[in-house]
């Protein structure tokens, strides 16, 4: 009753089945391109705060906390301004660069130093993420490029 439909059809399913397990593998390497993007983005965020403690431990603390008096409160001549030490905030951050530099991802260029304010301070930092099956595909982009952020607030204590 139900089998002279499908009398001479044997053959499909093992037509299709080659297409569905492409199908899936193709599927499984976007998978894995993405999840590697996410773990570079990660990092980038975790290597962009770090950069951010780093470059707020440049603080000029005399231009923050004010030079002490003579009786030794610290509250003279402070103007409560975020202001970086530039070239040792410089060095802070080339040497955690270098430090965190490696297979998973690569800085581009500098990471970006801004005062927001007169006591927030963020850190930008762009990184290239190479993809594993992306370069199998002609045309495909071989790195995807991902930025982040960090901020830090000073606070007078």
Request: net charge negative; aromatic share 6%.
């Amino acid at each position: 009753m139900g089998g002279e439909q499908w009398r001479g059809e044997d053959g499909n399913v093992l037509l299709l089945f080659p297409a569905a397990v492409l199908v899936l593998v193709i599927l499984g390497a976007l998978a894995v391109d993405f999840s590697i993007v996410y773990l570079g983005e990660r990092e980038a965020a975790d290597l962009a705060a770090a950069l951010a403690n780093d470059a707020a431990s440049a603080l000029d603390e005399v231009a923050f906390y004010g030079a002490a008096d003579e009786d030794g409160s610290g509250a003279g001549g402070s103007d409560g301004e975020f202001r970086l030490d530039e070239d040792r905030a410089a060095a802070l951050i080339a040497a955690r660069v270098d430090a965190r530099q490696g297979d998973r991802f690569t800085v581009v260029g500098q990471p970006r130093l801004s005062l927001d304010g007169a006591t927030r301070l963020r850190v930008t930092v762009t990184a290239e993420v190479p993809l594993v099956f992306s370069r199998a595909l002609p045309g495909a982009p071989r790195v995807a490029t991902v930025e982040a952020s960090a901020e830090v607030d000073a606070v007078r204590r």
